[in-house]
């Protein structure tokens, strides 16, 4: 059986997964998956631990393969990944070094090298850090190094696994503002986060939970639509296992339309994420 993946160096756009299906033997980690990456946009993947976020974009750049569906991407060498925890740094060199490898890995020499180098190392506030060991920056510098590193052939399509988690208030701005730059120069970009304010600011969005789609839209769409009634106050309304705690609030929820004197909120993303995950759990009992 042949790869179930289109490539093609031009097109098509948008990018993304077709009904997507990998399992691990007996576990299935996407069921049914589909994502769209629009060329200029960002889309986010979301999810708890064990949704399936980094199969996802591990089968989206080639490195795993599903059991059926499709993945429609542009070949390798038009495709930019970002692993989570900057592992696709070299801590043992330097950022210079590490930039010129990739450099070199792609056929990137001269004035083209340098201006990009330029270009990257200063918008990212690395370009007074060249010679240090990649190993030796805080956690945010090597975050923004192994961006760097991901786009630095500019690629068509951009996956990025958790790029700011981990990471200090300061650079978790600076990587969202590099991420944004790179979309707005037309790069599809599909990234992979654990805080929803991002989520928030992206084109579209993908919920998973345990292999599956619970949503896929844009962010105001899934707030609109956030399934059953939300509440908020000082203790838990209703069961408990329903609520969770959101600074010194308590947000509670249940299936189905408000009951008689319930004041309902409106729901951000955070509170849509979980409200959906109740209703799918919900649904499975």
């Given amino acids: 059986m042949s790869f179930p993946r289109d490539v093609s160096g031009a097109g ?3 990018w993304g997964t077709d009904h997507v299906t990998v399992a691990f033997g007996d576990t299935t980690a996407l069921n049914d998956i589909t994502l769209t990456a629009v060329p200029g946009q960002v889309a986010a993947v979301v999810g708890g631990d064990g949704a399936g976020k980094t199969t996802l974009l591990r089968t989206l750049v080639g490195r795993i393969r599903p059991q059926s569906g499709r993945v429609i991407a542009p070949e390798a060498t038009a495709c930019g990944f970002m692993p989570t925890g900057a592992s696709g740094v070299w801590r043992e060199l330097t950022v210079d070094e590490n930039i010129a490898f990739v450099a070199a890995a792609h056929h990137i020499t001269g004035t083209a090298l340098e201006e990009r ?3 990257l190392l200063g918008t990212a506030g690395l370009d007074r850090a060249t010679d240090r060991l990649a190993g030796a ?18 690629p068509e399509l951009l996956v990025l696994d958790e790029p700011s988690t981990g990471v200090d208030p300061v650079s978790r701005v600076d990587l969202w503002r590099l991420i944004s730059r790179a979309a707005a120069a037309g790069t599809a970009v599909v990234m992979a986060t654990s805080y929803l304010d991002e989520a928030e600011r992206s084109s579209n969005c993908l919920v998973l939970d345990r292999g599956h789609a619970l949503a896929f839209g844009p962010p105001q769409d899934i707030l609109t639509h956030t399934p059953g009634t939300l509440t908020t106050g000082t203790a838990p309304s209703g069961e408990p296992e329903l609520s969770w705690r959101r600074g010194r609030q308590t947000r509670s929820w249940h299936p189905g339309p408000p009951r008689p004197g319930e004041q309902p909120i409106p729901a951000d993303m955070e509170d849509a994420v979980i409200a959906l995950t109740l209703a799918d759990q919900q649904q499975e009992s």
Wanted: aromatic share 8%.
């Fill in 137 to 154: 920056l805080s956690g945010g510098m090597r975050q923004k190094l192994a961006f760097c590193m991901a786009i630095f052939h500019d």
């Fill in 117 to 119: 180098r330029t270009a």
């Fill in 12 to 14: 098509p756009a948008p």
